[in-house]
């Protein structure tokens, strides 16, 4: 059995997804739901169990002879959330009790670390798994730090020789968009968010740039498709042999303008874009530039090519965002 925690949420849905393409439906999602839309990020899919998140401990041990792997997607991912004890309670202790099971159960744990966790870029964005170099790291945000407080411990759990799961892979995701994001609200892509307004006529609003030197629309991510993130999940799958901390991006920064104009090509319309300042609070705490280094992704074997940010949105817009049925 493998489990997958956050498994109705953007990327553990897109996760079930591909499994079940692989005719795998023994999957136990782990996951709330509440009283929204978030349940049709599933509708499609065969699944062998839903579980609490309060209840996943008990559930495990129930099933211990049969699980092989836990996917550990699921958090607290808002950037914006500032009550920390939620945040230490779903990201850091969750997590923490989740890896122990797995070490000391014998099952491969493969977790959603963060690109949140490079803060503002000052030291690279190089996923130097070591000690000493996730030391360097300064989150800019408590969710980066939960994030970051987790990959420190496993760092320390390796180096130290404790008993670590037979598999282990953490991945630092950079700016992932695509179908089933709709239930995140405001943390949804930029692309899901232009979607509705562009196609309704609407102007393209964007930050305007507060740093010498980056023009209004320069400041620049590393987006990254969807189903190039399921790749990488699956290849981790396919080997069992690989471990370590990885960054999961095309290791390409792209604009917020390109983004913009991207999404406007999708949609067969010439490019409408106005600048606005951004709010003060934000300044201070504003990412301009991400890049992942995807070096040692590479190193270690996984070889297919990333979509390009013009391809990828093509297919977002015209596959999903402007189809009667936009889920996965």
């Not at 030291?123 to 420190?152: I, M």
């Not at 106005?274 to 990412?287: G, I, N, S, T, V």
Request: hydrophobic share 45%; net charge negative.
């Amino acid at each position: 059995m493998i489990v997958v925690t956050g498994g109705a949420g953007f990327i553990g849905s897109n996760l079930v997804a591909g499994l079940a393409e692989r005719g795998i439906t023994d999957v136990a999602v782990v996951d709330r739901f509440r009283d929204g839309d978030k349940w049709r990020n599933l509708a499609k899919r065969e699944v062998r169990a839903l579980v609490r998140p309060e209840e996943v401990m008990a559930f495990l041990d129930q099933h211990a002879a049969e699980i092989d792997v836990v996917f550990h997607m699921g958090a607290i991912s808002a950037t914006t959330e500032r009550d920390v004890d939620k945040i230490v309670a779903n990201n850091v202790a969750l997590s923490m009790d989740l890896w122990t099971w797995c070490a000391w159960r014998g099952a491969r744990f493969i977790y959603a670390s963060s690109a949140a966790t490079y803060g503002d870029g000052a030291e690279g964005f190089v996923d130097d798994g070591s000690v000493e170099a996730l030391a360097g790291l300064r989150p800019l945000n408590p969710y980066g730090w939960s994030k970051q407080v987790f990959d420190r411990r496993v760092a320390r759990a390796v180096l130290e020789g404790e008993t670590v799961p037979p598999q282990w892979a953490g991945l630092k995701f950079f700016n992932v968009y695509g179908p089933n994001e709709a239930h995140k609200g405001d943390m949804m892509s930029v692309v899901a968010k232009l979607y509705p307004k562009l196609a309704a006529g609407e102007t393209a609003r964007l930050f305007k740039s507060h740093r010498d030197g980056i023009p209004d629309g320069g400041q620049s991510r590393d987006f990254i498709w969807v189903g190039d993130v399921v790749d990488v999940l699956l290849w981790l799958l396919d080997h069992p042999e690989v471990s370590g901390l990885f960054n999961v991006g095309t290791g390409k920064a792209r604009s917020f303008k390109d983004l913009a104009e991207a999404t406007f090509a999708a949609l067969g319309q010439a490019p409408r874009i106005e600048y606005f300042d951004m709010p003060a609070h934000l300044r201070d705490k504003y990412q301009y530039f991400t890049e992942a280094s995807t070096d040692r992704l590479r190193a270690v074997g996984y070889d297919a090519p990333f979509t390009e940010l013009e391809e990828g949105v093509r297919r977002y817009v015209q596959d999903y965002l402007s189809q009667p049925d936009p889920y996965v």
